[in-house]
């Protein structure tokens, strides 16, 4: 029963293939475009050959890894792109320190080879969309090139691009969609949804290869390639136009750019008296296969939105990580600090209560040796009584001034008799 609705699955997506090329609509070729998962063994990208320093994963493909400086990577398509219209989208993200180092590039040449531009050969033969920053503003610019210019001597290759326009792509959070559009005269360059530049006076030669490259110099840029995909229409002629547009000069526009001609679709002739429901079965067809890839545009959209949502809340992770790290220190310095003041108040209140006790025993000390001396001091009578422990204080006090009236006693009668005492003069 599974294999019956595969079966069917495949024959009807034929046929929605075979009706969407007669319709002249552009359809996604896999061939052309990364697979998802991008690398299921973390090693091989079905239908692509890497070079470099590339590293696939599941997700995503690193041309440049992240920290590490000096490196160059590049991707090439093991098929040549033989459509006579077609559209690369490419998803990606770059992040690095704060100073900008090395670039990125689309590919769209003859050859397939390694070298100084950011990755790929220099004196290439057809289209490069280079993705870099100069003077620190970030640019996407396009060259061409027919083999005879050497992009990495030239002093200024600015001034040499046909066309380009500004765009911030490092270190934003979030990852950048660019779109490559080349049909019959026209090229066209899109980042996220805008205009970027456009031409109507270059036409590529057709079955050259698609490559994506990026190079890190002094300082290290990681450039991530989340997803490439390649849909196209029509066949190409094997003949290479007679004057392909390949001078690296701006391109001056005198008026508005005059659109390509439409292309009438070639309808296919039937003689069949079911003629009516074919047509009703290919406006079926055509009809399934428009909710599908209006589903499959939203499913992708919702996955690159979980893509760029992904490294927000990998930092707020680490962020919340370094807390919970500070809160814990933070925790075992007050704990520490805790206990230690706790000893040091123990110590003091003992080293307190030592001092009082040597404090009260000096006291006591003293007090004996005051009391001894008093005691001396008193009349035997009544130091006999208080040693003794007589019958009570109250006694004691009572002999103590008993004693002292009598000799207040004593001295006024001393008084009287010497006033009245007279001397005898011979």
């Known amino acids: 029963m599974m294999i019956g609705v595969r079966l069917g699955q495949i024959i009807a997506g034929s046929i929605a ?61 093991q098929r040549a792109v033989s459509y006579a219209e077609w559209t690369v989208d490419l998803v990606f993200r770059v992040s690095g320190s704060d100073r900008p180092s090395g670039g990125m590039a ?18 290439w033969d057809g289209l490069g969309i280079m993705i870099d920053s100069i003077g620190g503003q970030g640019h996407v610019r396009g060259h061409l090139n027919d083999g005879s210019i050497g992009f990495a001597s030239l002093p200024n290759p600015q001034a040499q691009a046909f066309d380009q326009c500004q765009l911030r792509y490092r270190n934003t959070g979030v990852m950048i969609k660019l779109r490559l559009t080349v049909g019959p005269a026209l090229l066209k360059v899109e980042v996220d949804g805008r205009p970027c530049f456009e031409s109507h006076e270059i036409q590529l ?17 990681s450039f991530e390639i989340f997803s490439l995909s390649t849909s196209g229409s029509g066949t190409a002629s094997a003949q ?28 296919p002739a039937v003689s069949d008296a079911n003629l009516q429901e074919i047509t009703e079965h290919i406006a079926a067809l055509q009809k399934l296969l428009e909710m599908t890839s209006q589903k499959i545009v939203n499913l992708r959209e919702d996955v690159e939105t979980l893509h760029s949502i992904k490294p927000l809340i990998e930092r707020l992770d680490q962020k919340i990580s370094r807390v919970e790290s500070t809160v814990g220190r933070t925790e075992a ?4 600090a805790a206990a230690n003041m706790h000893e040091s108040t123990k110590q003091n209140i003992a080293s307190e209560i030592t001092l009082l006790t040597e404090k009260l025993d ?55 008799r010497r006033e009245g005492f007279h001397p005898k003069y011979l």
């Not at 019958?391 to 000799?407: K, T």
């Open 362 to 416: 000096k006291f006591d000390t003293i007090l004996k040796e005051q009391t001894t001396s008093l005691v001396g001091a008193l009349p035997d009578t009544v130091r006999e009584a208080i040693a003794k422990g007589g019958p009570s204080i109250w006694a004691a006090l009572f002999v103590f001034v008993l004693i002292q009236g009598g000799i207040v006693l004593a001295y006024i009668v001393y008084k009287k």
């Open 240 to 267: 290479k136009p007679q004057e392909a547009k390949r001078e690296q000069q701006p391109i001056r526009r005198t008026g508005p750019p005059q659109p390509p001609p439409q292309r009438q679709p070639q309808r």
């Open 333 to 336: 310095q007050f704990h520490g």
């Open 106 to 123: 689309l590919w769209y040449t003859a050859t397939r080879d390694e070298g100084p531009v950011y990755g790929a050969r220099d004196y």
């Open 17 to 77: 293939l075979i009706a969407a090329a007669g319709r002249g609509v552009a359809a996604v070729d896999a061939g052309l475009s990364f697979p998802s998962p991008v690398s299921p063994d973390r090693s091989t990208i079905a239908g692509w050959d890497k070079h470099g320093s590339v590293k696939a994963e599941s997700d995503r493909v690193f041309l440049t890894s992240p920290g590490e400086q000096g490196q160059s990577g590049a991707v090439w398509s």
């Open 205 to 221: 030669p057709p079955n050259y290869f698609l490559g994506i490259s990026g190079a890190s110099f002094d300082n290290p840029d």
